[in-house]
């Protein structure tokens, strides 16, 4: 009897732990990330990628909506990087669950914005303490991560995206989401809620290559070719929508703004190029764009810099010396 | 106590005022660079502009200083105590510029504007320097512990002062 009271007393503790995930941070975040093998001077996620240059040539529909400069109708380049999930920046293309789009705009000396954009357009888990969980479980292998996704229904929309999605035989074919929501902010001082993808002009069918850098070598001989271009689509969210959730889309028939084309116009391997020195904080945020309290967003700028600092003080010690960026 | 012991009304609000900043701006900075909460970005961006207003202050403090006479040291510390004294308040103040500097020159170098208070930005370089950011991210890193060194020796001596010399040094700072 004794024993049952005591039961009793720790079952609502029990319950509360459940929900409530171990706090990590940032430093446990990143070591997680690297595993037990890092590269030394690469990055700790998204290790893999290669550099691309270009503009965005904006319509100047979403002008009314944010006051950063870029969205004025007209022409602004930025530095990009085109990258595949993972922290081996050799790992094989083509067996990366994620493809990812990040870009960095200097619009001046005092506005900056960076973009980190993937191809899931929600999070499977709501909070960074739980989406280390997540990591954890994915090292773990397939029944671990079968586990996890059972034991948390907030990822169903995120499981429902992985099961039908086709990977295409190029970065090109791929839509790149924010996944975050941000505030657009207009001159005005009006906010509203948005997300925003980089939908694909093209499409590209699954490609039977074996080769390690299949995409790589596909996307720097396309943009050789031609230009790749992408529409900059915009959703705004209504009232009821929570802006705060990644793991929830937002319904279909939100209205939608495009804002322009996103032209990619050169490709350099990430080591000679511009974008290997950027960190893609994601708030990093011109004046027009601000931060929601989502807190996987607001993750992001400890969990980054802790990765950029690694990386960085590794390369002032000479870790990639010696290789192609010299 | 006779107003020759006490520093003056403005030097013992710079002292305290900036001790208050510079404990928390220790205090946030270590929080921040480990904290997934949601919180860190608004302390992060607390901590980049109060940053820029801790080198404006000890630019007044440092002219103010040099405006006014200080209260003498007590006149039986050894020499070596009182070069000890004077090297610990340069040291301080020292590194109370180097502090801020390092931590703009490594928001510099990353390409990230600093914002203060939503009135205007501090500008970055347009194009980012791994580098320069990874020399400046490290010195900072490095100072802030020298700084908390400082700090704890110039605390101790204090109270050195004031409870076992138990002489006027840290009442003329009251």
Known sequence: MKYLYFALLLAPAAGLTADVPPQVSAQQFVDLQQGNSSFAGFRRAHAKGLCVTGEFR??????????????????????????IAGNNPTAPDLKAPVRSLALSFALSRTEQWRLAMNTPPVMAVADPHTFYQQIQAIQAGPAAIKQFFAEHPE??????????????????????????????????????????????????????????????????????????????VFTLAEPTDDETNPTKAWPASRQQINAGQIVLTG????LEGDCHAINFDPLVLPSGITATADPILRARSAAYAESYRRRAKEQLHGALEGSNNE | MSNSDRFSLSMRLFHWGMAALVVSMLAAGLLMITSLQPWQLTLLTAHKAFGVIAIILVMARLINRLRHRLPPLPGD??????????????????????????????????????????????????????????????????????????????????????????????????
């Open chain 1, 58 to 83: 904006a319509n100047g529909n979403l002008a009314d909506y944010s006051k950063a400069s870029l969205f004025k109708a007209g022409t602004t380049p930025f530095t990009g990087r085109l990258s």
């Open chain 1, 155 to 232: 990822s169903s929309e995120f499981s429902a995206w992985a099961g039908q999605y086709q990977p295409s035989g190029s970065f090109a074919a791929e839509t790149y989401h924010s996944i975050n929501a941000f505030y657009l902010v207009n001159a005005g001082g009006d906010q509203h809620a948005v997300r925003w993808a980089m939908q694909p002009t093209v499409s590209v069918a699954a490609t039977d290559l074996k080769d390690d850098d299949a995409l790589h070598q596909e996307i720097s001989s396309r943009i050789a070719a031609k230009p790749v271009v992408f529409d900059w």
């Open chain 1, 267 to 270: 490709t350099t391997a990430q």
């Open chain 2, 77 to 174: 510390l050894s020499a070596a105590q009182q070069w000890g004294a004077k090297a610990s308040h340069w040291l301080l103040y020292g590194l109370l510029f180097a502090m801020p500097l390092s931590g703009y020159l490594m928001q510099y170098f990353a390409g990230r504007p600093i914002e203060l208070f939503g009135w205007f930005r501090l500008p970055a370089a347009l194009q980012v320097d791994i580098h320069n950011y990874a020399l400046f991210r490290e010195l900072h890193g490095w100072l802030a512990i020298a700084l908390i060194g400082v700090i704890a020796l110039h605390v101790g001596a204090a109270l050195h002062h004031h409870f076992v010399r138990k002489d006027n040094v840290l009442k003329s700072m009251l």
